[in-house]
């Protein structure tokens, strides 16, 4: 089992937080070309050794298409693999809030999560200043999330049921009754930019468990 931090907004903690949360789409770094069979599974990426001939590499969890030809690691991990969650918080007023997160240590750190205002281990103290997700150290992180299953497939084939999955509130902005998929089309337009849903590119498509912290 091995453990990689993921990123997630303050709208999809509270959804993780809540329960409601279940999946996340994360677009392929490399795109396999139109109406291509992917499979995903554990596979032996083919190397060149330093005669210039191909040899099985070492065995990988990941995506493959066009024959074996092309191959692609998942950076998320295989199922049974655990991840971290990464979200935005703040640390006291004071000597911490001028130090750098690669210099607070968990037993002298009191910090509030911004997704909800929670504080870690139920301290009071003075908000301070912000720290992006991408800065939360590993010892911070109060979500765990344990990878149940990966797949591929086209960012437009995401069915009702799955767009529930990826935290839907029930209802879109404003109050308006939307459909999970129309939910998650704007979602996704508001994080990737303007045409990334026309694009319809391939994406993993992690499903996953929460686990309890200590477990």
Known sequence: MKERGILFSAPMVRALL???KTQTRRPMSKQPGEDTDVRVEHFHQTVVDKHGDEQPGPEIFG?????????????YGAPGDRLWVREAWRTAVGLMDSEPPRNLR???????????????????????????????????????LEITDVRV??????????????GY????????NWSARHWYELLWLDINGAGSWDANPYVWAITFKRIEQGA
């Not at 037993?107 to 939360?136: C, V, W």
């Not at 497939?153 to 990826?166: K, N, P, T």
């Not at 509130?169 to 308006?176: E, H, I, L, Q, R």
């Open 153 to 166: 497939e086209r960012l437009g084939e995401i069915s009702e049921a799955d767009a529930v999955a990826e």
């Open 63 to 75: 995506a493959w298409w066009d024959m074996g030809e092309t191959g692609l690691k998942c950076p």
């Open 18 to 20: 809540d329960g409601g």
């Open 106 to 144: 968990p037993e002298n750190s009191l910090i509030r999560y911004e997704a909800d205002g929670a504080n870690r281990h139920g301290a009071t103290f003075s908000q301070g200043k912000l720290r992006p997700s991408l800065f939360m150290p590993r010892w911070a992180s109060r979500i765990t």
């Open 169 to 176: 509130p029930g209802y879109g902005v404003g109050g308006v």
